[in-house]
């Protein structure tokens, strides 16, 4: 089956700095990728869609300027949280898709970013 | 903005009892998809239903979608402590591609 890598796993950074969060996906070429945040016990919230090639979507209220996500080939995304602030902690999922995403999302397994 | 009501919450039942997880929507979907996730680790699916009134079968669990595809329900069957985990109901809608996930129900079986 389809599957997605996230890198880090898991990351701890200070208040101020930023972070790059990858998403990969391992044996399929993603037209499209979808970054996702989740608070704890809570369900999936849509933050951006990610097209290869072109500028990101973001979900209304979702800073892009804060959330730099890049598409820069079929096989990678990246989500980069600028001058992160301890209310930025929160577990990250990226999920890509064949077909510009009217097909199965395939999700990652998560990155959980703390802020201290 | 389509929404997508999932119901209950928080579920904490004992093994062997049944239970059902609903999610209603007055928006129709061109499909819907049901995610099981653990913590820490991303959203596993189990099914994708997509025509109205569809009825799927995996083990203990049946899925259904609505006739009017605008509501489906998970039931579970004798659940196992290893059902439990937390439950997401996702519909695809008319926005190219998007998702729009329930609030999700956390199911907790006792031994």
């Known amino acids: 089956g389809a599957v997605v890598s996230q890198h880090p796993s898991w990351v701890i950074c200070k208040s101020g700095t930023s972070v790059k969060i990858e998403c990969r996906s391992l044996?399929?070429?993603?037209?499209?990728m979808f970054w996702y945040r989740q608070f704890p016990k809570q369900s999936l919230m849509l933050m951006a869609t990610s097209n290869e090639g072109s500028k990101a979507t973001y979900e209304q209220g979702v800073e892009k300027d804060k959330f730099l996500i890049n598409h820069a080939s079929l096989t990678l995304s990246t989500l980069t949280v600028t001058s992160a602030h301890p209310e930025d902690s929160s577990f990250y999922i990226c999920?890509?898709?064949?077909?510009?995403?009217?097909?199965?999302?395939?999700f990652g397994p998560g990155t959980r970013l703390l802020v201290l | 903005t389509q929404l997508l009501e999932q119901s209950p919450q928080f579920l904490s039942i004992q093994e062997g009892e049944n239970l059902t997880v609903y999610c209603n929507s007055s928006?129709?979907?061109?499909?819907l998809q049901w995610y099981r996730q653990e913590p820490g680790e991303g959203p596993v699916l189990l099914v994708t239903?997509?025509?109205?009134?569809e009825v799927k079968k995996l083990k203990r669990l049946t899925f259904q979608f609505g006739d009017a595809r605008k509501d489906s329900s998970l039931h579970i069957t004798a659940a196992q402590p290893g059902d439990t985990g937390l439950y997401l109901c996702?519909?695809?809608?008319?926005?190219?591609?998007?998702?729009?996930f329930g609030q999700g129900t956390i199911l907790t079986v006792h031994p």
């Open positions: 999920s890509a898709s064949l077909d510009r995403g009217l097909g199965t999302q395939y």
């Open positions: 239903v997509v025509t109205g009134g």
């Open positions: 996702a519909g695809r809608g008319t926005s190219y591609g998007k998702l729009t």
């Open positions: 928006s129709v979907f061109s499909s």
């Open positions: 044996d399929f070429q993603a037209t499209t």
